[in-house]
């Protein structure tokens, strides 16, 4: 089976850092991203991941560790505009087919306070 | 210029009827999609073309029916709404076949 989980819901504070976690369980592994949702629009692409450490893109940093089927999401000097959903997404191979496929967790709901 | 536009962005519709929703991309991608983000934003893709070419056809009833006349276009036609269907659809694009997504502004169907 296919399971990739995050927590539902965070709360954080205007300024601070957080890290949103995302596990997962699938068969086979082919990289990793990160979208951000905004509600009631289209997801935007974050970063992507295919192999094990960190990738900073200005305030945002993605981490991977493959023996750990785990992944995290940091945002530093949160502003605002920053609450959205985060969406972690796990590339796969598509049975029987020579391509992959994404499988998407339910996303972390993340509201940024003053 | 919108890279990725689906049209229309709302439709409500009764139970049975047939309806289509149009996307296209101006980024010169070769490969599209359409995902389905259920109530519970959940995100799922349903298909996708690569060069014209079905690549991914998930377990999707066959009453939805992807057509691509040409790369910078995917339309999802469905017959036969149900209940069920309530859902909001993305079509997207990437350069290559599942690389960086660009996503359209989604259409919100309510089957009534």
């Known amino acids: 089976g296919q399971n990739i989980d995050q927590p539902t819901e965070m709360t954080a504070t205007e300024g601070a850092i957080v890290q949103i976690n995302c596990t997962y369980q699938?068969?086979?592994?082919?990289?990793l991203f990160w979208y951000q949702q905004h509600a009631g629009e289209a997801p935007t692409f974050l970063s992507y991941n295919v192999l094990d450490g960190l990738e900073e893109k200005g305030r945002f940093s993605s981490f991977l560790s493959r023996s750990k089927g785990y992944s995290y999401l940091l945002l530093k000097e949160l502003q605002m505009k920053d609450s959205a959903s985060y969406l972690c997404a796990v590339r796969v191979a598509y049975p029987g087919g020579a391509t992959n496929k994404l499988i998407f967790g339910t996303g972390t709901l993340l509201a940024v306070q003053p | 210029d919108t890279a990725v536009s689906q049209t229309p962005k709302y439709l409500v519709t009764q139970m049975g009827n047939d309806k289509s929703i149009k996307c296209e991309q101006n980024l010169g991608h070769d490969t599209m999609y359409w995902y389905k983000q259920d109530s519970k934003k959940f995100l799922k893709i349903m298909f996708s073309?690569?060069?014209?070419?079905?690549?991914i056809n998930e377990t999707v009833p066959n009453r939805f029916s992807p057509k691509s006349p040409d790369k910078a276009h995917l339309n999802l036609h469905i017959n036969s709404l149900e209940l069920g269907d309530s859902a909001v659809y993305f079509c997207?694009?990437?350069?290559?076949?599942?690389?960086?997504?660009?996503f359209g502004q989604g259409t919100r169907l309510t089957v009534v």
């Open positions: 997207a694009s990437s350069r290559v076949p599942n690389t960086e997504a660009f």
């Open positions: 699938t068969s086979g592994f082919n990289g």
């Open positions: 073309y690569n060069n014209k070419e079905l690549i």
